[in-house]
């Protein structure tokens, strides 16, 4: 390898190293301030549990630690999850000078709605499964059992519960990708429906807390945002895609 071919090389690598950086110091300052309030943002996420906890039920901490480090650890993934814009926007400025102004025109409004459909699945997952889910698991034990949940468990639920969610609103900017990167067509993708359906319930199982509800809960939305991501990739499909997806099969 030439000299003048490790520079372009180096100098990317630099970039890349001085973007991690950023990345890496925004959220490290956001979970300091943070951190001040770690105690609060814990008892914000277990309120739709509390609400729903039994007569005389509370939560409970049975390792020493876990009173200091539950609240500590989702003030951190709660800044990650509050840098995710900066984050995005940091990998943007990464790869967009080595895409092509057709690229960039679409590429920008799917980052904006991958970050929007990112924060709507927490929502969606905080407002209306939470409720749905610990009101479900609060009451289905028998009776005689004091329900007592642990902060460390209920955080693991909580957090991979908002992970799931927030993936699966991602289909239909996913779906709308592979259709327009010609990877698969959009007749391929509504043929193979039926796998696809059986595929989303299995993710669903793998990603949520192993009871019935929260899989039923996720896999029926997943569905919806795949068919959504089929209308979407049809209506606003870039013409090259568009002809792709037009042209009969042989």
Same mark, same amino acid.
């Given at each position: 390898?030439?000299?003048?071919?490790?520079?372009?090389?180096?100098?990317?690598?630099?970039?890349?190293?001085?973007?991690?950086?950023?990345?890496?110091?925004?959220?490290?300052? $956001?979970?300091?301030?943070?951190? #001040? =309030?770690?105690?609060? !943002? *814990?008892?914000?996420?277990?309120?739709?549990? /509390?609400?729903? &906890?039994?007569?005389?039920?509370?939560?409970?901490?049975?390792?020493?630690?876990?009173?200091?480090?539950?609240?500590?650890?989702?003030?951190?993934?709660?800044?990650?999850?509050?840098?995710?814009?900066?984050? $995005?926007?940091?990998?943007?400025? #990464? =790869?967009?000078?080595? !895409? *092509?102004?057709?690229?960039?025109?679409?590429? /920008?409004?799917? &980052?904006?709605?991958?970050?929007?459909?990112?924060?709507?699945?927490?929502?969606?997952?905080?407002?209306?499964?939470?409720?749905?889910?610990?009101?479900?698991?609060?009451?289905?034990?028998?009776?005689?059992?004091?329900?007592?949940?642990?902060?460390?468990?209920?955080?693991?639920?909580?957090?991979?519960?908002?992970?799931?969610?927030?993936?699966?609103?991602?289909?239909?900017?996913?779906?709308?990708?592979?259709?327009?990167?010609?990877?698969?067509?959009?007749?391929?993708?509504?043929?193979?429906?039926?796998?696809?359906?059986?595929?989303?319930?299995?993710?669903?199982?793998?990603?949520?807390?192993?009871?019935?509800?929260?899989?039923?809960?996720?896999?029926?939305?997943?569905?919806?945002?795949?068919?959504?991501?089929?209308?979407?990739?049809?209506?606003?499909?870039?013409?090259?895609?568009?002809?792709?997806?037009?042209?009969?099969?042989?």
């Amino acid at each position: 390898m030439s000299q003048d071919s490790e520079q372009p090389l180096i100098a990317h690598l630099l970039e890349l190293r001085n973007r991690l950086l950023r990345i890496v110091l925004v959220i490290v300052c $956001l979970f300091i301030g943070l951190a #001040f =309030i770690a105690n609060e !943002l *814990y008892l914000l996420l277990a309120k739709p549990l /509390i609400e729903q &906890l039994p007569y005389g039920s509370s939560l409970i901490a049975t390792d020493v630690t876990s009173p200091l480090f539950a609240p500590f650890k989702l003030a951190f993934v709660t800044a990650f999850f509050i840098a995710m814009p900066y984050v $995005l926007h940091q990998i943007w400025m #990464f =790869i967009s000078p080595g !895409l *092509y102004q057709s690229e960039k025109r679409f590429a /920008i409004p799917l &980052l904006l709605s991958s970050i929007f459909l990112f924060y709507a699945g927490i929502a969606f997952a905080y407002f209306l499964i939470f409720p749905i889910i610990f009101g479900f698991l609060s009451s289905i034990g028998p009776e005689g059992i004091n329900y007592l949940p642990e902060i460390n468990s209920v955080l693991s639920i909580a957090l991979k519960l908002f992970f799931a969610f927030g993936l699966a609103f991602e289909i239909p900017i996913a779906t709308m990708l592979l259709i327009w990167s010609g990877m698969v067509s959009h007749q391929s993708l509504s043929d193979k429906r039926p796998y696809i359906v059986v595929g989303v319930f299995i993710f669903a199982m793998l990603l949520t807390p192993p009871d019935v509800i929260s899989q039923v809960l996720l896999g029926i939305p997943m569905w919806i945002l795949f068919e959504l991501g089929l209308i979407f990739a049809k209506l606003y499909a870039p013409k090259a895609a568009q002809k792709n997806t037009d042209e009969p099969k042989e």
